[in-house]
């Protein structure tokens, strides 16, 4: 490792050793407050900070196993002299005697193809910038609710990419003809190729939602459940849900979805005071069933935005869990009545029929849902002797889900190019 | 049900084993039609819609069916992590260091409920005389019931020891600055449990700092930094092999006006991008108050530091108080340092503290 570590010190004392005056050029010049580069303005600090040398960067970690802006260093660190300058990077020399080189391109601060276009094309379809996302009107309901073919899905990594950015798009994705004998596990890891994926939460990693007598949550009774999102009580609601139907032979209990993202958009056009409303002030959420040892609470605003782009960020939104109580406690009554009113108007406008996608799920369809963007619910069903309904959920990090549409492939080349500069 | 709403009428509103409504009807235009009295903590009362029920006034009542023990309101508070109840340092007192006998906690539940108390108050508890081995950790987490753990990239249980071609920056000897772990994720872990196998090389002590002491220290001093610190978003990347793993969050985040969350990770902040989200001059603000912020958390003398011991281990509030490592040297005559992490999201430590038995 020193021995190729030297080596590229070497090469980088070369490319200086040819340049000694400071080159200025339209592509890179130093400056008072650091250096223009391809027209960017960066400070010193950070062009110490990118740093993209074996030294500065692990070759394995693609992270900084030292830390050149430590308090320490920190603002005295200047650029003092640019050398060569190659399609990719740009070698620089600093003041605390560090020569390295930093990168001009995406390909060459995140590696080579095709990782490095991938980050350049879908960055805001990963961060779920409303840009990218295609709320729901009635005009797409096809393309919103199209069913994929699972065999095909899984066929290649480039199919499956397209259906997880299909997902993000439409905060819904469905899934057919699965077979069978497969389990939640067998389809998010092995067959999304989503590993480490599965969040286990108060149910468990599974969670089989089908009726039992005496229910401990409203989800395994047989009554209708209005639309909401999952989890409300949790500090941090998971993100991806996914539901798996395994059997589903009662009467009733068709499922349905509403994007919430759309309400919240037409509310803002029109009523944009009740939405400030929404997203101003929490409520307190609460699961306890007795004799359970389970005690979940938590506030969340029911609306959240984008601190930095004002995107649609999260609705959190779980009626039967909501702890009016409390929330009759923590805030003056001018307050409630104001919250009241922006959450009912809300809520019909999420109850209304034209915007909910509505389907009786069967056995081996499967359900890929933004738990921060769309509600799903059911109605009510009848149960007798002899029939089942059952659904298999999960969840999972976004992270996670980015991460499968970003990473290259197992044995793609994804270390820097710097031996090319 | 044999729960109080029996002895008042029925429960055709309250999931007696759920503890849930069990319709959410549209009660918009509803009405109280006639209240007929208090008795114990519920006030009955009739609605114009034709039902008649009861409504609770007080904790007690609005906790259920049946008459069910509140948890005690400071327990509460740190679950929601309120400054209020918080105690930020910023030197290592006593209380700081106080160290928990894992016995004592695992064998007594309010004995366990008690160190919890005081790494929510604290955002940082130790435990000494743990199980040694291997996997050991996961365990001690059944024993203390505080699960389930956490899955993410790392693994259920990540074991930090010293490779040759680290992966990460924490499989190497190198001297770790105080950091928060994985602020790329959305939802970046609330806390964690650092399990020490083996400690028996020269160097590598432990150290940790408390973040929201600093950035107390900020907004009482220096307000303008402090705003930077919680407006600014900063983008982070991590990506190793086969990950790739990105997202853009303020150094500071805030409920209401409390302090809430931080992640402050040097090592993977993404400059690359950070350059392409916002100009020159804010950026240097926003360096300018990063270093403040930095200079404070790299100062000994608001760090705790100990070199941790074969079975001890330390609960860290991973939104809160930053850790960090000497450097260690390896390739001697033997010994390791072989240290285990599990990470825990808030909501199942808060129901550890908070569950009734």
Redesign the interface.
Same mark, same amino acid.
């Given at each position: 490792m020193l021995g190729r570590l030297g080596a590229s010190l070497n090469a980088l004392s070369t490319r200086f050793s040819k340049n000694l005056q400071v080159r200025t050029n339209s592509t890179a010049q130093l400056t008072e407050s650091g250096m223009l580069l391809d027209g960017r303005q960066l400070l010193h600090v950070e062009t110490r900070n990118m740093c993209r040398c074996e030294k500065c960067l692990g070759k394995h970690s693609h992270t900084r196993p030292n830390l050149p802006f430590q308090g320490s260093n920190f603002p005295d660190v200047r650029a003092e002299e640019i050398g060569r300058v190659s399609d990719n990077f740009v070698s620089v020399r600093w003041s605390d005697g560090h020569e390295g080189l930093i990168a001009r391109t995406f390909r060459g601060d995140y590696g080579p193809e095709p990782l490095a276009s991938r980050v350049e094309n879908l960055t805001d379809i990963i961060r779920r910038r409303n840009s990218e996302q295609i709320f729901w009107t009635g005009s797409n309901p096809e393309e919103q609710t199209k069913f994929w073919d699972w065999n095909w899905v899984v066929e290649s990594s480039d199919n499956t990419r397209e259906f997880l950015i299909h997902y993000i798009r439409y905060g819904i994705g469905f899934l057919t003809n699965i077979p069978l004998h497969l389990q939640m596990r067998d389809i998010v890891h092995d067959g999304l190729g989503i590993v480490r994926a599965i969040r286990k939460t108060v149910f468990a990693e599974v969670d089989l939602v089908r009726f039992q007598n005496n229910p401990t949550n409203a989800g395994y009774g047989t009554g209708g459940l209005p639309g909401h999102t999952d989890l409300a009580y949790y500090n941090q609601t998971p993100h991806v849900q996914f539901f798996h139907c395994l059997e589903n032979t009662v009467d009733g209990g068709e499922s349905f979805w509403v994007d919430a993202f759309s309400v919240i958009r037409e509310m803002q056009e029109t009523v944009p005071e009740l939405v400030e409303r929404l997203s101003d002030i929490p409520i307190t959420f609460r699961y306890t069933p007795p004799g359970t040892g389970v005690f979940h609470l938590t506030n969340h605003p029911v609306v959240q935005f984008d601190k930095l782009n004002g995107d649609i960020h999260q609705v959190i939104d779980h009626p039967w869990s909501m702890d009016t109580a409390m929330f009759a406690r923590t805030h003056p009554l001018e307050t409630r009545i104001k919250w009241w009113e922006a959450y009912l108007h809300y809520r019909s406008l999420i109850e209304d029929g034209s915007r909910t996608y509505t389907r009786f799920l069967r056995g081996g369809e499967f359900v890929v849902l933004d738990n921060w963007r769309v509600y799903h619910g059911r109605k009510e069903f009848t149960w007798k002797e002899g029939q089942e309904r059952v659904v298999a959920t999960s969840y999972m990090d976004w992270n996670h889900m980015a991460s499968r549409i970003m990473s290259t492939e197992v044995g793609d080349h994804v270390f820097l190019e710097i031996d090319q500069h | 049900s044999s729960?109080i709403n029996a002895e008042y009428g029925g429960s055709d509103c309250f &999931?007696?084993?759920? #503890?849930?409504?069990?319709?959410?009807n549209?009660y918009?235009n509803i009405k109280i039609s006639h209240v007929e009295g208090i008795k114990d903590h519920f006030l009955s009362v009739s609605w114009d819609d034709g039902h008649s029920g009861i409504v609770?006034i007080s904790?007690t009542g609005?906790?259920? #069916?049946?008459y069910?023990r509140t948890?005690s309101s400071r327990y509460y508070d740190l679950?929601?992590r309120k400054n209020a109840v918080q105690t930020f340092w910023d030197t290592p007192t006593n209380e700081v260091i106080k160290r928990f006998e894992y016995s004592d906690v695992a064998d007594d539940s309010d004995k366990l409920k008690e160190f919890l108390a005081h790494f929510m108050q604290y955002g940082l508890a130790f435990l000494f005389n743990t199980p040694q081995e291997p996997d050991d950790l996961l365990k001690i987490l059944y024993n203390l019931k505080i699960?389930?753990?956490?899955?993410?990239?790392f693994?259920i249980l990540s074991k930090v020891s010293f490779q040759?071609?680290?992966? #990460?920056?924490a499989?190497?000897n190198?001297r770790l600055?105080a950091h928060t772990d994985m602020p790329?994720?959305?939802?970046t872990p609330?806390a964690y449990f650092f399990h020490c196998v083996a400690n028996e090389l020269d160097g590598g002590e432990s150290f940790w700092s408390d973040t929201f002491s600093a950035v107390k220290h900020i907004r009482d001093t220096e307000p303008d930094k402090y705003d930077l610190l919680t407006?600014i978003?900063v983008p982070f990347r991590?990506?190793?092999?086969?990950?790739? =793993?990105? &997202?853009?969050y303020?150094t500071v985040e805030l =409920? &209401?006006d409390d302090i809430y969350r931080v992640r402050d990770c040097?090592?993977?902040?993404d400059?690359?991008q950070?350059?392409r989200?916002y100009d020159?001059e804010t950026?240097?603000r926003w360096?300018?108050a990063y270093?403040t912020l930095?200079?404070l =958390?790299?100062d000994p003398a608001r760090t705790v530091q100990q070199k941790l011991g074969a079975g001890d281990l330390v609960l860290i509030d991973n939104w809160r108080v930053q850790h960090g490592r000497n450097a260690f040297s390896v390739g001697g005559a033997g010994g390791r340092r072989a240290m285990e992490v599990a990470y825990i999201?808030?909501?199942?430590v808060? #129901?550890r503290l908070?569950? =009734?038995?």
């Amino acid at each position: 490792m020193l021995g190729r570590l030297g080596a590229s010190l070497n090469a980088l004392s070369t490319r200086f050793s040819k340049n000694l005056q400071v080159r200025t050029n339209s592509t890179a010049q130093l400056t008072e407050s650091g250096m223009l580069l391809d027209g960017r303005q960066l400070l010193h600090v950070e062009t110490r900070n990118m740093c993209r040398c074996e030294k500065c960067l692990g070759k394995h970690s693609h992270t900084r196993p030292n830390l050149p802006f430590q308090g320490s260093n920190f603002p005295d660190v200047r650029a003092e002299e640019i050398g060569r300058v190659s399609d990719n990077f740009v070698s620089v020399r600093w003041s605390d005697g560090h020569e390295g080189l930093i990168a001009r391109t995406f390909r060459g601060d995140y590696g080579p193809e095709p990782l490095a276009s991938r980050v350049e094309n879908l960055t805001d379809i990963i961060r779920r910038r409303n840009s990218e996302q295609i709320f729901w009107t009635g005009s797409n309901p096809e393309e919103q609710t199209k069913f994929w073919d699972w065999n095909w899905v899984v066929e290649s990594s480039d199919n499956t990419r397209e259906f997880l950015i299909h997902y993000i798009r439409y905060g819904i994705g469905f899934l057919t003809n699965i077979p069978l004998h497969l389990q939640m596990r067998d389809i998010v890891h092995d067959g999304l190729g989503i590993v480490r994926a599965i969040r286990k939460t108060v149910f468990a990693e599974v969670d089989l939602v089908r009726f039992q007598n005496n229910p401990t949550n409203a989800g395994y009774g047989t009554g209708g459940l209005p639309g909401h999102t999952d989890l409300a009580y949790y500090n941090q609601t998971p993100h991806v849900q996914f539901f798996h139907c395994l059997e589903n032979t009662v009467d009733g209990g068709e499922s349905f979805w509403v994007d919430a993202f759309s309400v919240i958009r037409e509310m803002q056009e029109t009523v944009p005071e009740l939405v400030e409303r929404l997203s101003d002030i929490p409520i307190t959420f609460r699961y306890t069933p007795p004799g359970t040892g389970v005690f979940h609470l938590t506030n969340h605003p029911v609306v959240q935005f984008d601190k930095l782009n004002g995107d649609i960020h999260q609705v959190i939104d779980h009626p039967w869990s909501m702890d009016t109580a409390m929330f009759a406690r923590t805030h003056p009554l001018e307050t409630r009545i104001k919250w009241w009113e922006a959450y009912l108007h809300y809520r019909s406008l999420i109850e209304d029929g034209s915007r909910t996608y509505t389907r009786f799920l069967r056995g081996g369809e499967f359900v890929v849902l933004d738990n921060w963007r769309v509600y799903h619910g059911r109605k009510e069903f009848t149960w007798k002797e002899g029939q089942e309904r059952v659904v298999a959920t999960s969840y999972m990090d976004w992270n996670h889900m980015a991460s499968r549409i970003m990473s290259t492939e197992v044995g793609d080349h994804v270390f820097l190019e710097i031996d090319q500069h | 049900s044999s729960g109080i709403n029996a002895e008042y009428g029925g429960s055709d509103c309250f &999931g007696g084993t759920s #503890n849930q409504p069990l319709h959410t009807n549209d009660y918009t235009n509803i009405k109280i039609s006639h209240v007929e009295g208090i008795k114990d903590h519920f006030l009955s009362v009739s609605w114009d819609d034709g039902h008649s029920g009861i409504v609770p006034i007080s904790e007690t009542g609005a906790y259920g #069916n049946g008459y069910k023990r509140t948890p005690s309101s400071r327990y509460y508070d740190l679950s929601l992590r309120k400054n209020a109840v918080q105690t930020f340092w910023d030197t290592p007192t006593n209380e700081v260091i106080k160290r928990f006998e894992y016995s004592d906690v695992a064998d007594d539940s309010d004995k366990l409920k008690e160190f919890l108390a005081h790494f929510m108050q604290y955002g940082l508890a130790f435990l000494f005389n743990t199980p040694q081995e291997p996997d050991d950790l996961l365990k001690i987490l059944y024993n203390l019931k505080i699960t389930p753990y956490w899955d993410n990239m790392f693994g259920i249980l990540s074991k930090v020891s010293f490779q040759r071609d680290p992966t #990460n920056q924490a499989f190497n000897n190198q001297r770790l600055a105080a950091h928060t772990d994985m602020p790329y994720y959305t939802q970046t872990p609330s806390a964690y449990f650092f399990h020490c196998v083996a400690n028996e090389l020269d160097g590598g002590e432990s150290f940790w700092s408390d973040t929201f002491s600093a950035v107390k220290h900020i907004r009482d001093t220096e307000p303008d930094k402090y705003d930077l610190l919680t407006t600014i978003l900063v983008p982070f990347r991590q990506y190793p092999k086969e990950w790739h =793993m990105a &997202g853009r969050y303020p150094t500071v985040e805030l =409920m &209401g006006d409390d302090i809430y969350r931080v992640r402050d990770c040097c090592f993977v902040i993404d400059t690359y991008q950070f350059l392409r989200d916002y100009d020159a001059e804010t950026r240097e603000r926003w360096w300018q108050a990063y270093r403040t912020l930095r200079l404070l =958390m790299e100062d000994p003398a608001r760090t705790v530091q100990q070199k941790l011991g074969a079975g001890d281990l330390v609960l860290i509030d991973n939104w809160r108080v930053q850790h960090g490592r000497n450097a260690f040297s390896v390739g001697g005559a033997g010994g390791r340092r072989a240290m285990e992490v599990a990470y825990i999201e808030w909501s199942h430590v808060q #129901n550890r503290l908070l569950k =009734m038995e």
